[in-house]
């Protein structure tokens, strides 16, 4: 088999395969922390999320498949797409750095995905509606775990505030990006099977200031944002994890597992 | 998973009141269970403290060798079930520290104890993940020895302990079948994939035969242990019950034990094995496996880099206690 590309995707296999991405990406990021947390619980924890948000992707990627109609299945768009072919937003690959790096970077993309999803149970397209209602429960927990370590962070020690403002610092100019529509969206909303993401950040920003007053953090002034992702320019790290991800697909072609 | 704690403990009896003792062995010979607030014999508490210690750090030691193959895991399904597992052995690492919390020992101590190389855990995790058919394998074959070791354990005298094991248990089958599921999928496939599993079975099997712990001639103290219905059956009978288990199984993959000498013996109706090397035995306990420094420094650095976490996680507590308190008593305060 060889490498996949997506770049005549309708609409709707285009949404889906970017809802799928983030999860997938975001989820084995969080998987490669499992034996090496800062403690068990937190072990157990990290892996909770990534086994939630693998999950997520499983469904959409089936979905997509299903939505594209050439019988491509939820490991086709996960192991072999080249990097290009990957549709997620730039914060979800960012390297996983210290606990805080991690644990701002679940904070910032759970606090835009609780309310993104509950928007999504209202979408015309039942599949994605029915997908939505599961991961709006599992992110209100990735929301509340990631939260309450950015606050234990930011008002625990000396050095504890300094590594999550280091970490909200390094992560703040990917944010933008989760805001972003093209005509793909656009078209989608439309047809009120999509999210207008743009409506969601009073309530992502809500979320944020709420949760930063607490921890003692301010919210960065606005920086030039970068992005991508979306479009298939990612940074420099997603080459590396697919590699790790695809290796045995990429071994040994055409085999089932 | 499991460990060899059975083989090695520390008795020491002298001092112990001898009706106390009388007493509580006969509430043992009873089978009823010893509870933490229970009266036990010195030597009991610490032969459990050792052997549930053990436990716990062999089920957080093994997440790394399983650990190695989750970001590798060659489908989605494939990956979300070794998270899953993994995820388990942590769970089980938690609540086992809890057992054996209620013996006395603080988990910080216990944990400090397997950084140092003090304490020991089950040696199987001292060998190399090199392929996926490993994962396989250790579900299957690790897994497998480990449930053979701890179903007795189910009925271990000492209650919080043996209703931990009721649960690992159960979790474990589930694994060990998952990993059988993970061979027959190798077995069955390309020949590529065959070859791994043949190659994972030729590497796992001896060490898996060695994880019941030395021949009963030179297991030592196992007498003390069985009178405390801590351990129940000896390490060869238990290590026979498991051969007769899986050398069929591997028959139905088609894959080939690694032992010229295996035979049917149609009187006993056993299998018999050839000779194990205890010498490579002894050598991966005594710390010169092929990981076992590199196992030991993962968990270090895991332990180093989170310091400032766990630093952070207690500061916050103490200033959200601080701050209520101080509440507290300017409302008391206002309302004098």
Redesign the interface.
Known sequence: MTTLHIDDASPLVLYTLRLADNA?VLG?RL??W???????????AL??V??DL??Q??AL?TYAGEAEGEGRD??AF??LRDAEGFRNVLLVEQPNG??AVTIMRQFLYSAFMLPFWRKLMGSADERLAAIAAKAEKEAAYHLRHSAEWV???G???E??HE?ITDALADLWMFTGELFEMDDADRALVERGIAVDVSALRPEWERTVDEIFAEAGLTRPADVWMQTGGRGGRHSEHLGFLLA??Q???RA?P???? | MYTQALNNLDIDTTGDDAALEARFQARVDDEQRIEPNDWMPEAYRKTLVRQIAQHAHSE?VG??PE?NW???????????AL??K??DE??H??YL?AAAETLGKSREEMVEELLSGKAKYSSIFNYPTLT?ADIGAIGWLVDGAAIMNQIPLCRCSYGPYSRAMIRVCKEESFHQRQGYELML??AK??P??KEMAQDALNRWWWPSLMMFGPPDGESIHSGKSMAWKIKRFSNDDLRQKFIDATVPQAHFLGLELPDPDLKFNEETGHWEVGEIDWEEFQQVVAGNGPCNRQRIK?RR??HE?????????T??AD?RRARKAAAAAAEAKEAA
């Open positions: 997938l084995h998987s490669e499992t034996g090496h947390a800062p403690m068990l619980e937190e072990d157990i892996a909770n990534a086994l693998i999950g992707s499983r990627y939820e490991d996960a192991y210290d606990f606050i234990r962070l008002d625990g020690t050095e504890s590594r790790d991800l290796f045995l697909q040994y055409g085999a089932s597992w | 957080i997440m790394l650990g989750i970001t590798r895991a060659p489908s989605l399904r494939r990956k979300a998270l899953a993994v995820q942590g769970g690492g938690l520290y996926w999928s190798l496939g390309t590529e994939q993962q650095t895991a880099n989170g310091a400032w976490v766990r630093e952070a996680a500061a916050y200033k």
